[in-house]
């Protein structure tokens, strides 16, 4: 039959006893009386069934039992600690851990992040970049995520309404001109990511040229690399509208036709259900959401 835990008040009596080897000093440790030490350690003995410590003239010593059992509780006791002090103590809570889709990260969340650093000054970040992962990172406390947000037992908001639109350099490589027009396409690059469900196929086909190969081309597992190759006049990428903002306001892209189509697939905040939510996981939330919205508010007036 599976023994019972012992409390854990007894087991702390029991390891800082062990440390010192005397009960007058675990108790001093402990600011308790001598006799409730050395009663908390009998009823410790008496559960676990054999003795722990040796009662000498001088002070104690571990019987085999109790050497065997110390490291176990010290390690337990000290890893305990060290959880409820990243989560509730020393004034301070552990950073907010973020995974984050690594082309949002670099085009869109960096350049706002230090406004929400002046508004919540006390509230600690960390990132990390994801690529296309199917399951929550239990080390993460949220993610940005991008795909139809039809992810299991998350909870999720979603950030962009993107429109897809080719993208290239205003120079090709060896000085070639951008395609006028898609039918140019058959004569480029195409630039590929894979893991979006709406790439090429999916933009020629809804915009009438799915009789144009769209096998051919690079294949890259991020956008922000099929981008850099873009931008670097090595073929055309298919960019999403919330990522290449700055890049076509900056001269580094141009879209060479007009031809754009909405896409279901977007950036999404994710968070883990039934668990721990970190203290400062719902401002971040707010913040961000509130951004998001901010963003697409303007893309709305910019159209009109």
């Known amino acids: 039959m599976k023994k019972r ?8 009596s029991f390891e800082v006893s062990a440390r010192h080897l005397n009960f007058t000093q675990a108790a001093s440790e402990l600011n308790l009386t001598q006799a409730a030490i050395s009663q908390q350690i009998k009823g410790l003995e008496s559960q676990l069934g054999v003795l722990l410590f040796k009662r000498l003239p001088r002070g104690l010593e571990l019987t085999k039992a109790g050497r065997a059992y110390v490291p176990v509780v010290h390690e337990s006791i000290e890893r305990l600690a060290e959880v409820t002090d990243e989560l509730f103590g020393k004034g301070q809570t552990r950073p907010l851990t973020i995974k984050t889709n690594l082309i949002f990260f670099v085009t869109w969340l960096s350049s706002r992040l230090g406004q929400f650093r002046t508004l919540y000054p006390d509230v600690n970040l960390r990132f990390a970049s994801n690529i296309w992962v199917e399951e929550m990172d239990k080390e993460s406390d949220m993610e940005v995520r991008h795909g139809l947000g039809e992810w ?17 350099s205003p120079t090709l490589a060896n ?8 039918e140019d396409l058959s004569r480029c690059t195409l630039l590929h990511v894979v893991g979006y469900n709406e790439g090429w196929g999916y933009w020629l086909k809804q915009t009438g ?8 081309g690079i294949q890259f597992d991020t956008l922000i690399s099929a981008l850099n190759m873009a931008k670097r006049g090595q073929g055309i990428a298919l960019g999403r509208t919330s990522v290449i903002e700055e890049m076509i306001e900056t001269g580094q892209l141009i879209a060479p036709f007009e031809q754009r189509m909405a896409t279901s697939e977007a950036f999404h905040l994710i968070s883990p259900v039934n668990q721990f939510e970190h203290p400062h996981a719902e401002i971040f939330r707010s913040w961000l ?7 697409r508010e303007q893309v709305i007036s910019s159209n009109i």
């Open 5 to 12: 835990l012992p409390p854990l008040n007894w087991l702390r």
């Open 289 to 295: 959401i509130k951004e998001a919205g901010i963003a």
């Open 209 to 216: 040229f799915q009789a144009l190969d769209s096998s051919q």
């Open 175 to 182: 000085g070639e001109m951008p395609p006028n027009s898609p």
């Open 152 to 168: 299991p037992d998350v909870k999720c908001d979603r950030l962009t309404w993107d429109e897809l639109i080719p993208v290239c």
